[in-house]
């Protein structure tokens, strides 16, 4: 993230876009979020931390569900980490990490789209 950017803990939830229009400074740090989870590998990896059971993932169960190395994940899960879209704990030699529902409620928001209003 660069100096100019927001942080996206500091960046406000905004009315979803079909309603109104997204203020600059939301835009900026939610596209960041957005960006990360453009790729097919991090959005798999959000999927996997988003639904384990106990609301976390450890890294050695995520590296062996994909064909890359273990260095590769590390940076996909950087790139959420840096994104707002998850918190991550170092306990001994693992890393676990937590999806943050406050910035997936965020984004979801953001994409909300009321039917009966454009019907």
């Known amino acids: 993230m660069s100096k100019s950017e927001t942080p996206v803990a500091d960046v406000p939830c905004?009315?979803?876009m079909a309603t109104t229009r997204v203020p600059a400074?939301?835009?900026?740090?939610?596209?960041?979020?957005?960006?990360?989870?453009?790729?097919?590998?991090?959005?798999?990896?959000?999927?996997?931390i988003a639904s384990a059971e106990a609301g976390e993932a450890c890294?050695?169960?995520l590296t062996p569900a994909f064909e890359i190395s273990g260095p590769t994940i590390s940076h996909?899960?950087?790139?959420?980490?840096?994104?707002?879209l998850v918190d991550a704990e170092r306990r001994a030699s693992w890393v676990y990490y937590r999806a943050r529902p406050g910035m997936l409620q965020r984004l979801a928001t953001l994409l909300t789209v009321d039917e009966a209003a454009h019907a």
């Open 59 to 61: 890294v050695c169960d």
């Open 14 to 16: 905004c009315p979803p």
């Open 25 to 48: 400074a939301s835009a900026a740090a939610l596209a960041h979020a957005f960006k990360a989870l453009g790729d097919p590998i991090r959005l798999q990896l959000m999927s996997m």
């Open 76 to 84: 996909h899960l950087k790139v959420l980490r840096e994104a707002g």
